[in-house]
């Protein structure tokens, strides 16, 4: 038994899901599949019960599940532990960012980070919310500042704003003196948005919302190719929604023939959360300074205020 091993199991239990584990893990399901037969094999008791569309763990894999998981923790927390030894070393925290973080947020964390620990130094990784999410769990990642909501049981958070949302449109679309718009005026404009792989649970919501509203047509572009919306958008071909604060999306629309306005009757709101290994803030120094460096930042509206009005 290895190390690798136990990150399979671990991964196949969380997700309860060989097909999302592998995803997880950037394998195919197959190979995953049978070094979980081989960990089996060399226990010699099956850890998972495999029905056809519902894995389930054994009561020997349940009993596994919380001691591997602390292994792995304390194997992760090594070279932490090593790199600490020397007291005068500058320590390197990564910090994954996503691209509708406000600028406030961000510079506000950095701050608070450098007044704490100076000895800390963060390096951003500017990257989508799932991905991100992918390499928080893969431990590629010490802390990640992405949309919300966020989940699973390993996954630790803290809210720190609330966005307002507004509509990105092209200025020939809506009258000019219009100061706000509502989504059911915008039915025959088709919504673009990024791959929806960047962020599922938002853009599921999204998705309903707009169905809600009318609006049926979508493109949906590759990858996160920003600058490509910034061409639809521009050009009148469709609308998207950004954040209404300075993140960066809303500024790649300045100097382009584009409005952003607020939407009528709801109250959307973006969430950014700080997210965390559960595991990795209880047994590794760096993980929990950064925890408490995001612990006391909250600068939007209360939860209370994501609820959508009308």
Same mark, same amino acid.
């Given at each position: 038994?290895d190390?690798?091993?136990?990150?399979?199991?671990? !991964?196949?239990?969380?997700?309860?899901?060989?097909?999302?584990?592998?995803?997880?893990? *950037?394998m $195919?399901?197959?190979? +995953?599949?049978q070094?979980?037969?081989? +960990?089996?094999?060399?226990?010699?008791?099956?850890?998972?019960?495999?029905?056809? *569309?519902?894995?389930?763990?054994?009561?020997? %894999?349940? #009993?596994?599940?919380?001691?591997?998981?602390?292994?792995l923790?304390? !194997?992760?927390?090594?070279p932490?532990?090593?790199?600490e030894?020397?007291?005068?070393?500058?320590?390197?925290?990564?910090? %994954?960012?996503?691209?509708?973080?406000?600028a406030?947020?961000r510079?506000?964390? +950095?701050?608070?980070? $450098?007044?704490? *620990?100076?000895?800390?130094?963060?390096?951003?990784?500017?990257?989508?919310? /799932?991905?991100?999410?992918?390499?928080?769990?893969?431990?590629?990642?010490?802390?990640?500042?992405? *949309?919300?909501?966020?989940?699973?049981t390993?996954?630790?958070?803290?809210?720190?704003?609330?966005?307002?949302? @507004?509509? #990105?449109? %092209?200025?020939? #679309?809506?009258? !000019?003196?219009?100061?706000?718009?509502? &989504?059911?005026?915008?039915t025959?404009?088709?919504? $673009?948005?990024?791959?929806?792989?960047?962020?599922?649970?938002?853009?599921?919501?999204?998705?309903?919302?707009?169905?809600?509203h009318?609006?049926?047509?979508?493109?949906?572009?590759? %990858?996160?190719?920003?600058?490509?919306?910034?061409?639809?958008?521009?050009?009148?071909?469709?609308?998207?929604?950004?954040?209404? @604060?300075?993140?960066?999306?809303?500024?790649?629309?300045?100097? /382009?023939?584009?409005?952003?306005?607020?939407?009528?009757?709801?109250?959307?709101?973006?969430?950014?959360?700080?997210?965390?290994? /559960?595991?990795? #803030?209880?047994?590794?120094?760096?993980?929990?300074? &950064?925890? !408490?460096?995001v612990?006391?930042?909250?600068? @939007?509206?209360?939860?209370t205020?994501d609820?959508?009005?009308?």
């Amino acid at each position: 038994m290895d190390l690798l091993h136990l990150r399979y199991f671990v !991964a196949v239990a969380e997700e309860r899901s060989f097909t999302r584990a592998a995803v997880r893990l *950037h394998m $195919a399901a197959s190979p +995953l599949s049978q070094r979980v037969k081989e +960990l089996e094999r060399e226990f010699g008791v099956a850890l998972f019960v495999r029905a056809h *569309h519902r894995i389930d763990l054994t009561e020997a %894999g349940a #009993a596994l599940l919380p001691r591997a998981i602390d292994v792995l923790a304390r !194997a992760d927390a090594l070279p932490a532990l090593v790199r600490e030894v020397r007291a005068d070393t500058v320590r390197t925290a990564v910090v %994954g960012i996503a691209p509708e973080v406000s600028a406030q947020v961000r510079d506000t964390f +950095l701050a608070e980070l $450098a007044h704490r *620990h100076p000895d800390i130094a963060p390096r951003l990784v500017p990257a989508s919310t /799932e991905p991100l999410l992918r390499d928080l769990r893969a431990g590629k990642v010490d802390l990640a500042l992405v *949309h919300g909501p966020v989940g699973g049981t390993d996954i630790g958070t803290s809210l720190i704003e609330r966005q307002p949302v @507004g509509v #990105a449109v %092209g200025v020939g #679309a809506v009258a !000019a003196d219009r100061t706000s718009v509502r &989504l059911a005026e915008l039915t025959g404009i088709a919504f $673009a948005s990024i791959n929806h792989s960047a962020a599922p649970e938002i853009y599921r919501d999204l998705d309903r919302l707009l169905d809600r509203h009318g609006i049926r047509e979508r493109v949906t572009l590759g %990858g996160d190719n920003f600058a490509g919306l910034v061409h639809l958008v521009a050009t009148g071909q469709a609308f998207t929604l950004v954040g209404l @604060g300075n993140g960066m999306v809303n500024r790649l629309f300045h100097g /382009e023939p584009v409005r952003i306005l607020p939407i009528e009757g709801m109250r959307a709101r973006i969430s950014t959360v700080a997210a965390w290994r /559960e595991n990795r #803030a209880r047994t590794e120094r760096l993980v929990t300074e &950064l925890v !408490a460096a995001v612990a006391d930042l909250r600068l @939007g509206p209360s939860p209370t205020a994501d609820r959508e009005a009308g």
